[in-house]
């Protein structure tokens, strides 16, 4: 199937359709902590949150962050370098839709929304796909950390 989709960025009109659309695969108390955060990254001026769309169909999401809180347990030398870099959360493409380019595309359109504020670089924190972000992008791990019991790791590039 081929597909063609738009990014824009998300307004109080997408929460609804946003939610409805990509959390079939969760539960209603899962459900209801999305709609929270897409909430928070429309509402709070520091972030925007782009969606991928086709018509009135939501195909996916990334939330970036203009200077996130870095989390908790990085050494000195990651928190200088981590530095002023922007940070990206909630990377998300509905499973019908994926392998496609489309995560590919919000990726890069998260990494060239940092660059256009002048911002040094970009991390976030991930547990599945670090050899996606390392091969396509040029991402390093450069610490491992626990968030609720989950092993997870920051991974980090600084723009050329
Ligand atoms: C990670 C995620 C966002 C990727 O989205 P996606 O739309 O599938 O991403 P892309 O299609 O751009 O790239 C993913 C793969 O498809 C391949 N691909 C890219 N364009 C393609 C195309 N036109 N046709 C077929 N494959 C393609 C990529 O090379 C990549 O290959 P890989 O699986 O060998 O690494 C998606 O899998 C997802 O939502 N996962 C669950 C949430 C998650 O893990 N988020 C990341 C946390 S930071």
Redesign the pocket.
Request: no cysteine.
């Given at each position: 199937m081929n597909v063609t989709w738009e990014l824009e960025l998300a307004t109080e009109i997408h929460v609804q359709p946003t939610v409805e659309q990509l959390t079939d695969h969760m539960s209603e108390q899962q459900r209801q902590a999305f709609r929270d955060k897409i909430q928070r990254y429309i509402q709070k001026p520091d972030r925007d949150l782009i969606l991928a769309v086709r018509g009135p169909e939501v195909l996916?999401l990334v939330c970036v962050i203009d200077q996130a809180e870095l989390p908790p347990g990085l050494s000195v030398e990651n928190m200088g370098y981590l530095k002023n870099f922007a940070s990206g959360t909630q990377?998300?493409?509905h499973p019908s839709?994926?392998?496609?380019?489309?995560?590919?595309?919000l990726h890069i359109h998260a990494e060239s929304w940092a660059r256009k504020r002048g911002l040094p670089g970009y991390w976030?924190i991930?547990h599945?796909?670090a050899?996606?972000y390392e091969?396509?992008f040029g991402y390093v791990t450069i610490a491992s950390i626990e968030v609720e019991g989950v092993k997870k790791i920051v991974m980090a590039k600084k723009f050329d």
């Open positions: 996916g990377l998300l493409v839709f994926r392998g496609r380019g489309i995560g590919s595309s976030f991930t599945r796909m050899h996606w091969r396509d």
